[in-house]
């Protein structure tokens, strides 16, 4: 696993305490967007199809600090947009680092090179760097070529700069496993600390909605992707996430795990749907009707949703909640998943690799993706 034990021991001491005082919904990760503007525009994000006033817009860093301590997460994750497009983003990251919590930067690289001088290294501090696969398949997902080899770049200089470093993979319909494997590889060669997949989930203004992958087709991708791993690889991730990745174990989403902080307030539910926001983080938690979330719920847009955001949190609290859990989590991370249960029939009929076209690269208007203006 690829986690420092520090801080696999501060979110131990954080979990456990919550379940000593009974508390049955907490967050685990705040996931922070100071600013929803950036310098790509990925087929599959609809972030920066905000309008241009809204792209102007950023968090101050005392809302940022505020939010934290609000939500009292020790994990704070800084999507964006771009977070490193942020006129104060050092300062938002010291200021969190000096409140102890683990921040992961995520950023596509681009402006890492020339902003690494403003960041001391830190274990609160982990650079989170977008690769989406493979040189051609990620540069096919950030719609512009060039973008690849780029990032590998300022990976090799944070690293050399003594900064944490890991990698955030999004996977999409038609992705062959087969390849993924031998990108696995290639980025353990490059010497980060572990690598963060998930499957892409359909944002309602994302350009692209033709490559968002089904549950069944999930499950079958991730059980050939990830079947007999290699000792070289280590994930950043939960092993009993993993596992549900592959359709080996069930879990139920925990919405407010991963809660979001944005210019427009706390959103409901989650990082994924956006129905509305609260003005304060305990409204967030005591207003919002959870058991319209999740699978068991019924809800039609949570049926195909497999995100780290919502089932993350919960392979966390089920790895510290319980003995059994606790057991599960260190028998795989010793002797890694074993032999793989039968998936259903319906998923076992149902081709991972069906060729679709690549990804609609449809930009925005111009206006609202000119960095330039900001």
Partial sequence: MGVPVSQMW??????????????????????????????????????????????RRHLSPKACFQAAEECGAPIVSIPGGEPLLHPQIE?????????????YLCTNALKLSEALPKFRPSRYLTFSVHLDGPRHEHDQAV?????????????????????????NTTLFDGADPESYRRFFDDVMALGVEGMMLSPGYSYEKAPDQNHFLKRAKTHQLFRQMLGSPKRGWRFNQ???????????????????GNPTYNLFGWQRPCYLLDEGHAASFQKLMDETDWDRYGRQSGNPKCQDCLVHCGYEPTAVATTFGSLAGLLQTARLTLFGPGREPALPDSQENESTTTALPAPACRRPEPELVQISDF
């Fill in 10 to 55: 501060t979110v131990a001491k954080y979990v456990l305490g919550k379940r000593l005082r009974g508390q049955q919904r907490y967050p685990l990760v705040l996931m922070l967007e100071p600013l929803f503007r950036c310098n790509l525009a990925c087929a599959g994000c609809g972030k920066i199809q905000h309008p241009k006033e809204i792209l």
């Fill in 91 to 103: 300062e938002i990251v010291d200021g969190l680092a000096a409140r102890k919590k683990y921040v």
């Fill in 143 to 167: 719609c512009r070529e060039g973008t690849y080899d780029i990032a590998v770049a300022a990976i090799r200089e944070a690293l050399a700069a003594g900064h944490r470093v890991t990698t």
């Fill in 238 to 256: 939960s092993p009993l996430f993993l596992e549900f990745l592959k359709g080996n174990i069930q879990l139920e989403c925990t919405p407010w």
